[in-house]
């Protein structure tokens, strides 16, 4: 059970540094007028746990912040992750 624990831990915490890192690298790229990263991608990190990360990385970057697709989206997908976390941890504990 605790190597599970641990692959999760890892899990999560890459794809949350994946979900900050390309929040700042599209920001990076629209400042330069670079090729952007799709806005799918960056729901798709979201998406697969990375909505930590792309939320800080919103914040701290000042980017797709004035998108309501992002100010809501990223939020209700990080709602919707912790509720399957905690139904999933509950039913485990059984």
């Known amino acids: 059970m605790a190597t599970i624990t641990y692959i999760m831990i890892a899990y999560f915490s890459l794809i949350n540094i ?10 990076y790229k629209a400042r330069h007028h670079l090729y952007r990263i799709p806005e799918e991608n960056l729901f798709f990190i979201a998406i697969l746990g990375g909505s930590i990360g792309s939320y800080m990385g919103m914040h701290l970057f000042r980017h797709k912040t004035k998108h309501k697709s992002f100010v809501l989206g990223i939020p209700l997908i990080f709602v919707l992750e912790a509720s399957l976390s905690i139904s999933t941890f509950i039913n485990l504990c059984k």
């Open 18 to 27: 994946a979900g900050f890192i390309s929040m700042g690298m599209d920001k």
